[in-house]
């Protein structure tokens, strides 16, 4: 449901009719899950919110949803684009692309790889893309880890504060993802002053939750902070049974 003034890329439109590339997002069914479950939890229409929902996990993508519909969302034509993730890039300068080819001698497959399965938070600690481990390094005070977890925190902060602006304010912002549902410390990080948003944390409650349906916001807070477990098996058996007729 995005326009297609948030969908196309900066490219001759000819590519996009020959071969369709564009921008399409990953991680839908979680999004629609969450977004919705959220409004169900708070008890409010779905149809008349402004959400954000943050599915942080290995892979992470971030959705602004209005209305009822999805008006951007943080991947694009792959799941690289976007935020920094566990093992992949995300958003890079394409000229840093051909830049790393031509110093290291790497084909396109070779630099796919790169980018996919050796970058993110694994290529800038040198630990893991395990936020668990990177929790351990950041205690022995591993500056790559410490590095790490704050450049990944610092591209989601950047992207809600850019869909607040798409979406022309926030009502909701759910976490969501195995990050999202279990690790306190980002979200409080992608959290701290952003008051001037209406977001307020509840920060002795967000450190005492863990994985369950929860508003972690103050009651203050303009904007209702939760976090919702995805289920994205019970949305695609749900769309099984509506395209079945049962």
């Known amino acids: 449901t995005m326009p297609d003034y948030a969908y196309v890329y900066g490219l001759p439109y000819s590519l996009y009719e020959k071969y369709g590339i564009r921008r399409?997002?990953?991680?839908?069914?979680?999004?629609?899950?969450?977004?919705?479950?959220?409004?169900?939890?708070?008890?409010?229409?779905?149809?008349?919110?402004?959400?954000?929902?943050?599915?942080?996990?290995?892979?992470?993508?971030?959705?602004?949803?209005?209305?009822?519909?999805?008006?951007?969302?943080s991947m694009g034509m792959t799941p690289v684009e976007g935020l920094m993730m566990g093992t992949r890039s995300g958003d890079l300068d394409p000229g840093v692309i051909s830049y790393i080819m031509e110093k290291e001698h790497m084909s396109a497959s070779g630099i796919s790889t790169?980018?996919?399965?050796?970058?993110?938070?694994?290529?800038?600690?040198?630990?893991?893309?395990?936020?668990?481990?990177?929790?351990?390094?950041?205690?022995?005070?591993?500056?790559?880890?410490i590095l790490a977890l704050n450049t990944y925190d610092y591209r989601i902060k950047k992207y809600i504060g850019a869909y607040s602006a798409v979406l022309g304010g926030v009502d909701i912002l759910v976490f969501t993802g195995g990050v999202g549902e279990n690790q306190a410390i980002t979200r409080s990080v992608v959290c701290k002053n952003m008051e001037y948003m209406g977001i307020e944390l509840d920060e002795e409650l967000n450190r005492s939750v863990r994985a369950k349906e929860v508003v972690i916001s103050k009651p203050s807070s303009k904007v209702k902070v939760l976090i919702i477990p995805t289920d994205e098996e019970l949305t695609i058996a749900k769309d099984t049974m509506q395209i079945l007729g049962k």
């Open 24 to 73: 399409y997002g990953f991680h839908g069914t979680s999004h629609r899950y969450v977004s919705k479950r959220a409004c169900e939890f708070l008890n409010v229409p779905y149809e008349s919110q402004r959400i954000i929902t943050a599915h942080i996990g290995n892979g992470v993508s971030i959705t602004a949803i209005k209305n009822g519909k999805s008006v951007d969302t």
């Open 114 to 145: 790169l980018l996919n399965k050796f970058s993110g938070v694994l290529g800038i600690s040198g630990i893991s893309s395990d936020m668990r481990e990177i929790e351990v390094g950041i205690k022995e005070n591993n500056p790559r880890a």
